[in-house]
């Protein structure tokens, strides 16, 4: 299976996605920000970084590169879709997930291993945990601070669409602990932390953000959802 | 109200690369009649008696702005501004 | 509101007394011009050498050329004299590739790869302005890196600032901290250690050095000549503005006084995303094999690439100035060669490959243009000529070497100072020490929780040191530990240490004191130590008692290189950190390169939690003497600096090195934490606290005192945690060493640093302690709770909102084509 892996001018992580993506088995393509073609890959990862400089807001620019237009149809209808931290804020500025990650609360980046709680074992990057598994993944952010306003965070809640929390301390202030969200149909999912950074036990604290993209495999193995099945 | 706003600016002289970045993206949305952006920061400062404009300068010189690489401009809201 | 006048726009108004430039022409009409040169601080004797050399007074732009190349910071001409020693003892070495004289060095770790690492200073604009000083920092010092030809890989951040409850300290650090974070994280390189001191020494004069490591196969080594007659000149990266004009001659090459103050350049405002830019489109064309050769523009901006590259190969250059892409159409020439601007490289390219290297350039969004050509040097041999002209008028034609290589050569005078003997006299030996286990214990707390010796999170969190991958070891560990080949394994360990204490106390034995620290902390986690880098910190070179320190300090790393084998491949000085006649404490900063064959077997430095019941095995390697003078519990106890600093054996460290190596390739320890500032104490704190694992240590009666167990500093000494089962094995590896050892007891499962007889500690008590330092001295981050809604906006008097003002500023077209970054 195919994991496209977009870069834009200033993504940091594309390469720890794409390995991540290879050590879980699927084969990492790299998908360019300039190119709408989406090169009939299975799943699409938006790195981490600072796309554009993460100049004006993080993500904003980047919205509008080629490739996401592109990325924002097929994910609409139904292609796997991650956002790792800037890939999340730019998930959120192309509105296929709600609210808006905003600076940090104590003002500072902050580099930490942080716990979190998979909360919703239902979507297409989550359904290889269990529910209420915790989980050891790196954080880092500026702007990594989830609000929405109080009834999208509740329709969140209802829905059970809020992916996973932080528990053992709160990085960034985000509202309700949250770190991740999906969309309607479980399809799209934004995390802050970042997955890719905890697949060795040689460099991270933990193997537990491979279940994201051992998740991913799994549900496209169960749909028959094989190359260019999106396209 | 008695509010005072301060905008502060990179001096001229100093690279904007915030706004570069915007300039970078507007031919993107079909604007390609915009040669140079620059991006500032608006303070609004409510007093709770008269405005004080002296008061607000100090602020602005001291805390707001880094006299280093930026300018300010402030104004009582609604009156012409005064360059610092 | 006036936009700032640079001094060298003054200069070219000066000495026209119109618009136009000053020409060579019009140099050569008017002989007895009177010239600003002392104020651009050139002495007379250098300015009649520059009249000689051209055979007629300079034009305002050379004159400006020669100010900045001639400065201490470009010339080294205070410190060639010394700096000599480290080729002149340069122990032999068939890994290096490139060395001094480079912009960094390359030393080989295996058939096809290559690494590249330097640390230089970026002191004085980083106290102007301390988030720009220290981001233009990581930025200036990543260039170096990738003209060599190497993609960066990482950063380290050795930091020292005044005292810790300094008003200005809390400008200063959350600036600086705040700026090598935002430029570091968004170039997406990990920053993977450092060091963080307070002294008052420092006050005013804070050291912002910055270490770079990048990789690069063997074959893709770049070279800064710039041969072949008739190829382009490329500047490529961002647009020329005002940026840090002067800054190299004003900033970093005189005391930083009321009347520098002054005379202050603009500063430098750094664009990592536009490095980050530069960085990719620089590697896509090494590899497309486009580049012919590459120099950086740092410190001196233009005006030293163009003759450093020119210089090298002896050729000539012929450059048209106003092709340059300008941020800000009015500056003038003058201000366009001594620019700092940042994130701009120079490129000779061959003419059929010049459309390759502006697709790649467009392809990545940066500005390049072609500016000049080279040119051939005489029939005769002679070099060829810099010839720079601005729109139609000659505004320079000099030789490029006499820029470049021929600057002043002072060798300064050199005094001992005179209170260096009562300060030795001074030992700290002598102080009243706590003798019962609950003053040791109080002690311990304090010392944990002071200042140099306290938890970093607060300044390490911001930083990222997970990106690209391959960090297997970052800060707080003894060194940074990276993984350069996937598959092998293959990697390299760093670190960065210096003691100005140490220094200030014998400047010969400070600074080879701070070498062997680096050196030990690379051991201790198994690498083989092979290369140094360095970063000399210290006050005026005009001082001869700071030039004695320097001269020491330059000795005593050379011989020190030369006996453990491990070549000085580059480094930085910085002269003038001082305030008035208080100069810092002379502060040479070492770094040390060590390699892995597979960095799988790299030694940590917390204790694990034991496999066995009754804890791992507990061994103190190398000699404890009573040796108090300079340490950390002299100052932070008795606010005290005096005596002899701790004695040096070289011989001792590379024993110790060698059995931390062999230990770590059998698999025979579990966990390794160098000796150095705080003594044994800090490192039971540290290797306790890493993941909670207690430890209960009981001292031999060897006629120490547990209070001198805890505390010394003596050099050369490793605590290492050895599973049961590996003891005998061990044991054997260090008699065969010749290492000295001392069993000091267990780690342990209960949550307590416990030292028989003496005292216990709950880990808890110790945490609490060593964290809340510099947190309470410099703010949050606190534990974020989630906010409760939004509402106490509405009480808050100042809000602040970005807004966007759009101001259109007439950008003139500059021939020879920018390219515009695309859409």
Known sequence: MRIGVVTFPGSLDDGDAARAARIAGAEAVRLWHGDPDLHGVDAVVLPGGFSYGDYLRCGAIARFAPVMESIIDAARGGLPVLGICNGFQVLCEAHLLPGALTRNQHLHFRNRDQWLKVESTGTAWTNNFTPGQEILIPVKNGEGCFVADTRTLDALEAEGRVIARYIKGNPNGSQRDIAGITNEAGNVVGIMPHPEHAVEALTGPSLDGLGFFTSVLRSLAKDGQLAGGQQ | ?84 | MTTQQSGFAATDVLATGSDEPDTVERAEKSPEELQPYADLGLKDDEYAKIREILGRRPTASELAMYSIMWSEHCSYKSSKVHLKQFSEKAPQNTRMLAGIGENAGVVQISDEIAVTFKVESHNHPSYVEPYQGAATGVGGIVRDILAMGARPIAVMDPLRFGAHDHPDTARVLPGVVAGIGGYGNCLGLPNIGGEIVFDPCYQGNPLVNALSIGVLPVERLQKKEATGTGNIVVLLGARTGRDGIGGVSVLASATFDEEAEQRRPSVQVGDPFMEKLLIESCLELYDAGLVSGIQDLGGAGLTCALTETAAAAGTGMRVWLERVPLREASMSPTEILASESQERMLLIVTPENLDAVLKVAEKWGVWATAIGEVTAASADGTPGRLHITWNDHVVVDVPPGSLADDGPVYNRPIREPNDVMLLQADRAETLPRPSTGDALRETVLRMAASPNLCDKTWVTEQYDRYVLGNTILAQPEDSGVLRIDEETGLGVALSVDGNGRFARLDPYEGAKLALAEAYRNVAVTGAEPVAVTDCLNFGSPEDPHVMWQFAEACRALADGCLELGTPVTGGNVSFYNQTGAAAIHPTPVVGVLGVFDDVARRVPMGFPRPAKAGGDLLFLLGETRVELSGSEWAWVTHNHLGGRPPKVDLAAEQALGRVMAQASKSGLVSAAHDLSDGGLAQVLVESTLRHGVGAKVTFPEDGNSPFVHLFSESAGRALVAVPRGHDKAFLALVAEHGVPVTPLGVTSEEAALQVEGQFIIPLEELRTAWSATLRDLFGGPAEMAAPAAAAAEESTPVTSGEVRSVTLELSPQAPGGPIEPPA
């Not at chain 2, 570069?20 to 079909?30: F, H, S």
């Not at chain 2, 915009?34 to 004080?52: A, L, Y």
């Open chain 2, 1 to 84: 109200m008695a509010r005072v706003v301060v905008d502060v600016m990179l001096k001229p002289e100093i690279l904007d690369p915030q706004g570069q970045a915007v300039a970078n993206a507007l031919p993107r949305l079909g604007v390609t009649d915009v040669s140079s952006v620059r991006i500032g920061r608006r303070i609004e400062i409510d007093f709770t008696g008269e405005p004080d404009l002296d008061r607000a300068r100090e602020i602005a010189d001291k805390l707001l702005a880094n006299p280093v690489i930026e300018d300010f401009e402030i104004r009582v809201e609604g009156v012409a501004a005064e360059v610092a």
